[in-house]
C-alpha cells in the first residue's frame, strides 16, 4: 500500500468514529524512516510531520523546508537550544523548567502540555493531579495551544482519552482562553482517541507501515 493508500483508509476510520475527517489533522511520525518516506508523506498531502528526537528532525528539516516540523517526544533541557524555535510545536512539555528553558530562548514557540494520563511510569508527561498546575504556569510563558497525551500501553484507552479532554476544558475554564489541540491517538488506539475528542492524530505505521528502526510506535 501507498502512502497515499493508507491515508485514504485513515480517514475513512476517522469518519467511522463518528467525525469528520478534515476537522482531525494528522501529523506523520517520521522517525526512524529516511527522507525519501518524508516526501512520500508530503506527496500524499500530509504536511505535517513529527519526530520523536531533536537530532534526526534537524537532519531532516533542511531538505524539506516546506513541512511543518512538531517535535513529538520527549525534550531534555540541553536539548532545548537546538530545538527551540526551529519546531512549529513542540508538543511535550512535562515540566515548569523546561518550559522556562524555552521561553528564554524563544517566548512564541506554540506548545502542548504533555500529561501522563495513563500514570506509567516509563512514560514522560505531567501526572494528571498536577496538570492544572502545569498548564497554568506554561500558559504564563509560551503560547499554549492545548495537551498532548498518550493512550495506556493495555486496556481501553477511551477513559485516558476523556480525561485529557475534560483537563482541557477545565484548564480553559481556568484560564479564559481557547486550547484548541488535543493531540492523542496514534496508530493502534486513534479511533478511541477521535471518538473523545481528539483534533490531533500521530501516527507512523498507520501510513507507512513497519518502522525500520525500534523505537517507541507511534
Not at 467525525?19 to 518524508?38: H, L, Q, Y
Not at 516526501?39 to 534526526?56: P, S, T
Not at 530545538?83 to 515540566?95: C, E, K, T, Y
Amino acid at each position: 500500500m501507498t502512502v497515499a493508500e493508507n491515508l485514504v483508509r485513515v480517514r475513512e476510520r476517522i469518519a467511522r468514529a463518528g467525525r469528520n475527517p478534515d476537522e482531525v489533522a494528522i501529523v506523520a511520525v517520521t522517525k526512524g524512516f529516511d527522507i525519501s518516506v518524508c516526501h512520500d508523506a508530503m506527496a500524499a498531502g500530509l504536511h505535517v510531520l513529527g519526530e520523536n528526537r531533536v537530532q534526526e528532525a534537524l537532519g531532516k528539516m533542511d531538505q524539506l523546508p516546506d513541512a511543518e516540523w512538531h517535535l513529538i517526544g520527549h525534550l531534555q533541557t540541553n536539548k532545548v537550544r537546538q530545538a527551540a524555535g526551529r519546531f512549529a510545536l513542540i508538543q511535550s512539555v512535562d515540566s515548569t523548567r523546561l518550559a522556562d528553558a524555552i521561553a528564554r530562548i524563544a517566548p512564541s514557540q506554540q506548545v502542548l502540555v504533555e500529561v501522563n494520563v495513563s500514570r506509567e511510569p516509563q512514560k514522560s508527561g505531567a501526572d494528571p493531579d498536577r496538570a492544572l498546575e502545569l498548564i497554568t504556569a506554561v500558559a504564563g510563558m509560551l503560547d499554549l495551544r492545548g495537551l498532548m497525551a498518550m493512550g495506556p500501553s493495555a486496556g481501553d484507552p477511551t477513559p485516558a482519552f476523556v480525561l485529557v479532554r475534560e483537563l482541557r476544558n477545565e484548564a480553559e475554564q481556568r484560564l479564559g482562553k481557547s486550547l484548541p489541540v488535543l493531540s492523542m491517538g496514534m496508530s493502534g488506539d486513534f479511533e478511541a482517541a477521535v471518538a473523545a475528542g481528539s483534533t490531533m492524530l500521530r501516527l507512523g505505521q498507520a501510513l507507512f507501515g513497519p518502522r525500520p528502526q525500534q523505537g517507541i510506535v507511534a
